[in-house]
């Protein structure tokens, strides 16, 4: 190699060290990730218990709450090439180009937040299938943080947010920084050294606002369509350093001041976690046990008996390994003072692949039940339930209403 390239290359090596040194500060503090993960989890629990037939898992994610908390703290403090808590390099995404923040001379060096989630989130479904409990919650904590990353604006508006340097030094960090990186949109180079004033402001409790755990989670069919509103509501934005879609800027050449960054917060916060929420129900989505099939015998039957039920249940999970390990059946009389209230008829251990239960069930004494079915897996996930109603005469036969 020619002694003027190999001068060239021993110089931007050397400026791409000294940019790792100067570390890009969180977007969120580590106490306004916990947080917002906690309401997460409070919201999702909140929305399991008032639509069963919707969703579940809230007591599987309770009990192992301390595995994604774990590793959603984690996911900031982890080291990239070899230097402690840079992996936050990895936590920018442009929604509306899919770029993120590069280094000048090393195309694909940083993983965009969106890519990553898109990595990790299968690993945490292999995972769960493969009965490795704590490794597929701790790979849904670092999911979960780059998630509440895009309800940042400076992740999104791909602005390093570089903290303010008073010396010397630091000021020559600060330029390569600005330099080094090539950003997708246009940034401010000369008030590109201003530390990020939303995530230091934010980190003040009292003035986060959260979701209130009532209002609908977006629905999404993958996690990319989960990220990309969240990513594209922040944008709009203004950070310190980057002009937002909507705000253009005028926010902060007017200087962030308390009520604007109250405004972000009070938009932006409540939807992260939200969008966390949602990504917990796309998760149980993947990994739930199957549906158990609740329906009629056999049609040439004969069944004997007085205001019994004739009950054929079945569950098929997947061919291969199954984490199921048993199946309840429960009534709900409809005729009764507590008609909310469920009672097990019989729970049965899984021990093979496929449960089938035919059964002539004369515990129920009413003209009017409800039955379900709940398959439970290893991690006490349960099943979304397999619902009929039954009106029961004195002989039969009986009607059956199935449930959509």
């Known amino acids: 190699m020619p002694r003027r390239s190999k001068r060239w290359c021993g110089l931007l090596g050397c400026l791409l060290l000294t940019l790792l040194v100067q570390l890009p500060s969180n977007a969120w503090e580590i106490e306004t990730h916990v947080d917002m993960g906690r309401y997460s989890l409070t919201g999702y629990v909140a929305f399991v218990n008032a639509n069963p037939d919707q969703a579940v898992g809230a007591n599987t994610l309770a009990n192992y709450w301390n595995d994604v908390e774990q590793y959603l703290v984690q996911e900031d403090l982890d080291s990239f090439l070899l230097i402690d808590q840079l992996n936050v390099v990895n936590h920018f995404w442009d929604p509306y180009n899919d770029v993120t923040i590069q280094v000048t001379g090393f195309p694909g060096l940083i993983e965009s937040a969106k890519d990553r989630a898109d990595r990790l989130f299968p690993n945490a479904i292999q ?190 999970p997947p061919q291969g390994s199954s984490n199921l390990r048993s199946l309840r059946i429960e009534y709900q009389d409809q005729e009764s003072t507590q008609p909310d209230q469920w009672h097990v008829i019989k729970a049965i251990s899984i021990m093979g692949d496929t449960v089938v239960d035919e059964r002539w069930f004369n515990t129920i004494d009413s003209g009017q039940v409800t039955l379900r079915t709940v398959a439970v897996d290893a991690a006490a996930c349960e099943s979304l339930p397999d619902l009929v109603n039954i009106k029961i005469d004195s002989t039969p036969p009986m009607i059956w209403n199935k449930r959509p």
């Open 127 to 316: 995972q769960y299938q493969s009965g490795r409990y704590p490794e597929a919650f701790q790979s849904l904590g670092r999911v979960c943080h780059l998630v509440q990353d895009m309800s940042c604006p400076a992740h999104t508006l791909l602005d390093p947010h570089l903290e303010r340097a008073n010396d010397v030094w630091g000021r020559v960090k600060q330029w390569v920084g600005t330099h080094v990186f090539t950003l997708a949109n246009a940034c401010d180079p000369l008030l590109y050294d201003d530390a990020d004033l939303l995530h230091q402001y934010a980190n003040i409790p009292g003035r986060r606002v959260h979701w209130d755990g009532f209002s609908p989670i977006a629905a999404g069919g993958d996690l990319v369509s989960i990220m990309r509103p969240l990513a594209r509501l922040s944008k709009g934005f203004d950070s310190d350093d980057c002009d937002g879609t909507v705000d253009l800027g005028s926010r902060r050449y007017q200087g962030l001041s308390g009520p604007e960054l109250d405004e972000i917060i009070r938009t932006v916060m409540p939807e992260g976690e939200k969008s966390v929420a949602a990504v917990f129900k796309l998760f149980f989505e993947y990994v739930r046990p199957p549906t158990p099939v609740l329906r009629q015998p056999e049609e040439g039957k004969i069944y004997s008996g007085l205001a019994g039920v004739p009950l054929h249940v079945e569950v098929r």
